[in-house]
């Protein structure tokens, strides 16, 4: 990476110093700040950022141009960029699928108060949208991008670039006191600094820093859906499940990454890198959806009221029953329940109730060689029928069946 021009005032372990001052200030007085004043003293965090990073260097003596190196955004660089953020932004979602993971893994599943509580913070306030674009996307990339891209990573600017990209990309996610936000933000934070080692050019990884915050905050005021329905969905989702529809929706992110590089970089990013962006984006989809099946399958199962199947051949005595199969399920608290059923009987008519104990039908559907029903229902404390019929073309037919309830 380019050095100052007085590189020797700037030693690696000044910006551990300079790290750990900022955290320090974002513990303490940020802290008290936010917790005290909410979004003005959010906005008065960032900003401390921003005053600590040009006091540092005023102190130490060294061009402000030269930390905070601004220059003219070419095409080529301008599209380099929005694939750096399309990337990010996915790889974003992988890292989160494979934090929450991990956290439920050993047990460590408050990150959905900590969702909710953010939420609350951010969005549960009543501001105008643009007031939310500022104090969420604008203040954080000019801010933040000074103090860790500009004065902390002008520490290293000596040591070799992967060092560089390391360091400050682990820097950036501690700064956010997450452990749920640790992984995505130290991505998206090594993604902005081998932005600026590669460009030198801080308006890069501010633009890629707005454009991440800004989609996101986008998404989380206008999703219409309150901080609480957000926490009990969590609460329902197995996080095995959650990480593999992450992967799934990330999948494309080592491409567009890939694709970045290139632009940025094009004679050090070569055909093999596009061969092995291939391969682990082919493995995330394929993975994703795997993990989502099983887990969800699994979810079901484990926590079904009821897992009624059979499979048998259907004759002309079967037909002179009431039903072809008969289950029944008491509920003992009212609420909203899932009916899942999945029937096949090839070339024949199938039909499936629901009853309550006053034979009032609930669900009633039909359906020719197959029959699949989802269906979420609000029940009343009571005891239910659930049963299967049918018609003279299922004699001499195999029908399977199953019906989850939960």
Request: with cysteine.
């Amino acid at each position: 990476m380019q050095k100052l021009s007085n590189q020797e005032r700037l030693k690696p372990w000044m910006g551990f110093i300079l790290f750990a001052f900022g955290l320090c200030f974002l513990l303490f007085a940020g802290s008290y700040m936010q917790s005290n004043w909410g979004i003005p003293g959010l906005i008065l965090t960032e900003i401390g950022f921003l005053a600590i990073s040009v006091v540092y260097c005023l102190i130490m003596k060294v061009d402000l141009k030269e930390v905070f190196p601004m220059k003219k955004i070419s095409g080529r660089d301008f599209f380099g960029t929005i694939f750096m953020f399309l990337g990010g932004f996915l790889l974003n979602l992988v890292a989160a699928g494979i934090s929450m993971f991990v956290l439920d893994l050993i047990g460590k599943s408050d990150y959905v108060s900590e969702v909710s509580e953010l939420s609350d913070f951010l969005y549960g306030n009543g501001m105008a949208y643009y007031a939310i674009i500022l104090v969420v996307a604008v203040t954080p990339a000019i801010c933040e991008e000074a103090f860790m891209r500009g004065a902390v990573l002008s520490n290293f600017r000596g040591l070799n670039d992967k060092w560089i990209i390391f360091l400050v990309g682990v820097f950036f996610g501690i700064l956010h006191l997450s452990p749920l936000r640790f992984l995505n933000t130290a991505c998206l934070g090594a993604i902005l600094a081998y932005i600026m080692v590669k460009k030198n050019n801080i308006l890069l990884p501010m633009l890629v820093h707005f454009l991440n915050n800004f989609v996101s905050s986008f998404i989380g005021a206008n999703s219409g859906i309150s901080s609480g329905d957000a926490t009990a969905a969590m609460e329902g989702f197995s996080s095995a499940a959650t990480m593999g529809s992450m992967f799934a929706a990330g999948f494309l992110c080592p491409l567009f990454l890939v694709i970045g590089a290139k632009l940025y970089d094009k004679e050090n990013t070569k055909g093999k890198h596009f061969v092995i962006a291939a391969i682990l984006s082919a493995f995330l989809l394929i993975s994703g959806i795997a993990i989502t099946i099983v887990s969800s399958m699994n979810g079901l199962y484990k926590n079904a009221l009821l897992n009624w199947n059979y499979t048998f051949a259907v004759t002309e005595e079967t037909l002179e029953c009431d039903n072809l199969a008969e289950a029944g399920i008491d509920i003992s608290e009212e609420g909203v329940h899932s009916i899942i059923v999945s029937s096949t009987a090839p070339g024949g008519n199938i039909t499936f109730t629901m009853e309550d104990e006053n034979g009032n039908v609930i669900i009633e559907k039909s359906g020719s060689g197959m029959l699949v029903v989802s269906e979420n229902v609000e029940l009343a404390p009571g005891h239910y029928t659930l049963y299967f019929t049918g018609d003279d073309t299922l004699v001499g037919k195999t029908f399977s069946y199953q019906v989850i309830v939960n």
